[in-house]
C-alpha cells in the first residue's frame, strides 16, 4: 500500500435530495462491505451499482443507500473507488461518513481525490487545475476553456514545445561531450539562436493567447469612475437593466463601492460603481472617494463617464490625466442634452437615462478587451495566473540565452537557461514538480474534489 485509504463528502454540505460519500484506496471496497448490507460489495463488478443499507455496529439501519464499485486501475484516482450515495440529510451524510472513518479510514484533504489521479498518472497538473476551474466556472466560456484544459489540449501544447527545447539541450550536450566529433551537428551560436528566437515567439503568443484566457477564465474588474454627479450609477443600472444603485441628483449620491456583474459578448465584467470623485470636507464621502481611487488602481478596465452637457472640470481632466495609461474606455453621459464638451480623444457619446448607446458600448468594451469574436481555438488558451507566470518566467530565461549567444559566452551557459525555460514549462503540467506546489494546488480545491 502506497497510500492509506481515503473519504469525504463529495456534494455539497447541506440538505439535499441525495448526497455522495467517496472512497477511494486499497481497502475502499473490504471496509465499504463491512458496514453493508446487501449483495457482498467484494464480488461486485467495476462500474456497477448495489442496492443496500448502511448499518451500525449493532447492525441497525443507519440509511438506505446506493453503492458504486469501481476497481482499479480504470478509476477516476486510479485506485479502488467506492461512492455512496445516501439521503441528502446533513445528520445522515455525517453519520455515513462517521461509520466509514471508524473503520480506519482517513478524510480526505480538499482536492486529494484529484492530487492522487495526478500523482497516480491519469492525468497532468494542468488538468487538474482544469478541473477546478470547471467547478468554478463563472459562464459558458470559462466552463468551454476549462474542458478543453481537462481534455489536456494545452498540455499537448505545453508538451510540444518542451520537446523543441529539449532537442535543442541534446544538440548542445552532445556538442559539449563531443567537441572533436565531426558528425555531430555543429551547435554553433549562429545555428542555435534561430531557434531560440522561434521559440521566444511562439512562448509570446501563447502568453498574449494566455492573457485573453485569462479574461475569460476571471472576468474582467471594471471600474465606473468620475466626479460626481456626472451618472456612473446610472450606466450601472442601465447596463444591468436593473435599479441597483441609487440615483440622485444630489452629488455625492454613491458613498461606497457596489459591485455587479453582467456577461458582455461571453465574458464576465465586475462592475464596480464608485463614489464620484472630489475634494470633499464630508468624512464618510472621503473614504468613498479613497475607496474610488483603489479601484482605479486595481481595475483591468475603467470607464471614465463625463458629463458631455457641461464643460470640463478640473476633477474631469485629473482623471483623464490619472487613468490614460490604463486600458479604458471614455464615456460622454447625457447626450440627451446640449453638448457643452469638445474632447480631442475618442469618446462614446450615449444616455443613460435614455439607454441609448448602450449596445455601443457594449461593442467598445469587447474591442477594448480583444474579444471582438470568440472562437473555437479560443478555448484553447491557457488562462490560470500560474500558468502565466511561469510562460513569463520561460521568457525571460530564453532571452537570458539570447543575451548569452550575443555576448559571446560559452554554450554551456546558454544551456543552463534552456534547461530552466523546460523546467519552468514543465511546472505547468506538473512534469516538474517541487513538492510544496503540489500541496499549495491541492489545497485549494473542494472538498471531496
Ligand atoms: N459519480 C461520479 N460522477 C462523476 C465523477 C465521479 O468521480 N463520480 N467525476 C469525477 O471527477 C466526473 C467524471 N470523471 C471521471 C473520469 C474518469 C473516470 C474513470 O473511471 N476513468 C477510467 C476509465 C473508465 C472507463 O473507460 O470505463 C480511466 O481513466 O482509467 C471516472 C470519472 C464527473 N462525474
Ligand atoms: N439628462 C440626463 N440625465 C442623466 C443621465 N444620466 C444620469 N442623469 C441624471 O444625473 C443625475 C446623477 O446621476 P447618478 O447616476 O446618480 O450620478 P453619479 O455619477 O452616480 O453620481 P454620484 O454617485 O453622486 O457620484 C441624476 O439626476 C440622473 O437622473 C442622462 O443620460 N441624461
Ligand atoms: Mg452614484
Redesign the pocket.
Known sequence: MIYDTIAAIATPFGTSGLSIIRISGDEAIEKAAAIFKGKNLIKAKSHTVTYGHIIDHHKKVIDEVLVTVFKAPKTFTKEDVVEISCHGGILVTQKVLERILEQGIRLAEPGEFTKRAFINGRIDLAQSEAIMDLIHAKNVNAMKLAVSGLKGDLSKLINELREELLFLIAQIEVNIDYPEYDDATQMSVELIKPHVLNLIKKLNTLLDDANKGKLIRDGVKTAIV?K???????LLNALLNEER?I????????RDTIEAQINIGGITLILM?T??IRETKDIVEQIGVKRSKKAIDEAELIIL?LDQSRQLSKEDLELLEQTKNKRRIVVG?????TKAIDLDIHMLSL????RQGLSDLEHEITTTLGITDLEEKDFNYLSNVRHINKIKEAISSMNEVVNAIDLGLPIDMAEIDLKKAWQYLGEITGDYHPEDLLNELFSKFCLGK
Not at 440615483?247 to 454613491?254: A, M, Q, S, Y
Open positions: 468620475g460626481p454627479n456626472v451618472g456612473k450609477s446610472s444603485a440615483v440622485t441628483d444630489i452629488e455625492g449620491t454613491t460603481d463614489a464620484g463617464v453621459n447625457k447626450n440627451d442634452l444616455s443613460a437615462l435614455n
